[in-house]
């Protein structure tokens, strides 16, 4: 479905120095499959992400979208597959301030000049399945951090994309309801053959990725993510 070819990306630095943030990454994946990223902060995991989802240019390699070659496509043709095949989960979840959770879910259908009750209609079992069915008419400033980003990942499933690009989709959420988010999105590309490219440093996300990369500077490496529980951050004294 989607594949990506010695892709690289730089940035300049505040000093004009150039920052490789995607150092020439291969990669392909088809429906249906999850590949899992991690990788320290700043290993260039959300900028590989916004390359797929077209939202910047490579300046090397080449990226394919079902064969088709997404950097030689028109703006409108770039618009037209950020809509209808991308689902794209924000690290910083970009939610509408003072819009109701279950129209910030809808916003594509609102978009899509869906009107307003239909697409309501359609946002509220999503936001079920995601366990803020009580949360509806709750602008962002009155939900927590993991309720916003259920919002979020709400709104990324509601046009049924077929390639979802999650960006730490359960940082905001506890253990728990991180694996069921988790499943939730493994059910999703397992039910409409979506592909998903999920980067998470969530360990529970092992059991459902079908290949598992590390990244580092850059570049990607095959690579099992840490399990079991994280190290304390300080011994408690029994007392
Ligand atoms: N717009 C930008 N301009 C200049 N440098 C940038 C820009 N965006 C990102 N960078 C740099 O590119 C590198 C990769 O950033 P990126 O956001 O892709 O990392 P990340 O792996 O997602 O990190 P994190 O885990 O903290 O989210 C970093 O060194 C970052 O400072
Ligand atoms: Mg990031």
Known sequence: ???????????SGPGGEVVR??????????????VALHGPSGSGKSTLLMLAAALMKPDAGRMRFEGVDLTLMSANVTADYQREQIGF????FHLMAEVPAVENAAIKLLANRVPLKQARRAAVPWLERVGLGKRLDHTPDRLSGGERQRVAIARALISEPRLILADEPTGSLDTRRGGEILALLADICDQQKAAMLLVTHDSQATAIADRVYAM???KL??????SGPPEPLRQRVPG
């Open 89 to 92: 989960i924000y690290q910083s």
């Open 21 to 34: 943030a995607v150092d020439g990454i291969s990669l392909s994946i088809r429906a249906g499959e999850i």
């Open 216 to 218: 580092r500077d850059g």
């Open 1 to 11: 479905m989607l594949e990506l070819e010695g892709v690289v990306k730089h940035y």
């Open 221 to 226: 490496a095959l690579g099992e993510m840490d």
